[in-house]
């Protein structure tokens, strides 16, 4: 069997870490590896020399666009500038190599690249949730989907922003050489080899448009903000408005594009990640603080957060250090 080649791009002005997860994964010799033959990696750009990359350090690339010819798998690791075009020559070089046969994966803001090429037309696709909507917007042929770490759709590989690049690559690993010898690789790494949940339990999430409080809409959300802690019905918060129900409901779509029911229980589980996050309380008080059933808290923070409650406690979870001198500082367990 011959060495499986893996060409990755580079830009100048892109950031160094998805490149490194990308060199970490494919270009480190593995000779403890029980596996007939490894990677073959090259490093290309549209012309080979010096690059600036984020940090104002050079990387010398050696290799062009011509090993895109050769490559099995091409990575695209990220765009310096998700607003400007990418190169003709490098989406050219991007639609050849898709059209060989090859697998093309991006990480982080690199989709942009495959979505410019026409390669993700028609697919769904992921990329860090700060693009996300820039990139559904400019692309709108893209199911684009913020809420996972990566997404396999066929030989066009999409991940998520910096570390999901790690989860995607040892994907890959584990599709060529099986589970194994991925997880000898994510200990090598000191990694997990397969991470729960997605994109959810670490994006921020804005509050949802609010009206001024003395707008009757705005009342009322000031009214279920202070009341969080116990069962809210529309009905209630209609009559805080001094409106209908179906006045209120209209109204209250029209105000922050979501019904009543649903901006109530993304702000009960909003609070749920804060008191997750910052005290030691049982699942089943956090539950009761934000006015839900503990089934129905682990229900809807698990389809909102992606991970359930006491995961995101372990990824989250604030804990006291104590320094040195005696002085305690916060850390995240």
Request: include cysteine.
């Amino acid at each position: 069997m011959g060495h499986h080649r893996v060409a990755c791009l580079a830009f100048d002005g892109m950031a160094p870490f998805e490149l490194a997860t990308v060199t970490e994964v494919f270009a480190v010799p593995r000779p403890e590896l029980d596996v007939d033959s490894w990677y073959r990696f090259e490093l290309c750009a549209e012309t080979p020399g010096p690059h600036r990359v984020v940090g104002g350090f050079d990387i010398v690339v050696h290799h062009g666009l011509d090993r895109l010819r050769f490559a099995d798998t091409v990575i695209v690791p990220g765009v310096p500038d998700v607003r400007r075009d990418v190169p003709p020559a490098v989406l050219d070089a991007l639609r050849a190599a898709y059209a060989r046969g090859a697998r093309v994966v991006s990480i982080c803001s690199g989709a942009f690249a495959l979505a410019a090429a026409g390669l993700l037309d028609g697919r769904q696709a992921t990329t860090h949730w700060r693009h996300a909507g820039l990139l559904q917007a400019r692309h709108p042929q893209v199911a684009v989907d913020a809420s996972v770490l990566y997404i396999d759709d066929g030989p066009v590989i999409t991940a998520a922003g910096t570390a999901a690049g790690i989860d995607a690559c040892l994907h890959l690993v584990r599709k060529d050489h099986g589970s194994a010898v991925a997880a000898q690789v994510a200990r090598r790494m000191v990694v997990a080899a397969h991470r729960e949940g997605g994109q959810a339990q670490f994006a921020e999430h804005p509050v949802v448009a609010q009206a001024p409080a003395d707008d009757p809409i705005g009342s009322a959300m000031s009214h279920a903000l202070d009341n969080l802690h116990r069962p809210l019905a529309v009905g209630e918060l209609a009559g805080v408005a001094h409106l209908s129900v179906r006045q209120f409901e209209r109204r209250f779509v029209d105000t922050t594009g979501l019904p009543p029911g649903r901006w109530l229980t993304q702000q009960r589980i909003r609070a749920g990640t804060v008191l997750l996050a910052s005290a030691d309380q049982p699942v089943e008080v956090v539950a009761g603080r934000v006015g839900l059933t503990v089934a129905g808290f682990r229900h809807h923070f698990r389809r909102t957060m992606g991970v359930s409650p006491s995961a995101y406690r372990r990824q989250f979870r604030q804990a006291p250090e104590r320094t040195a001198s005696g002085r305690s500082v916060t850390t995240e367990a």
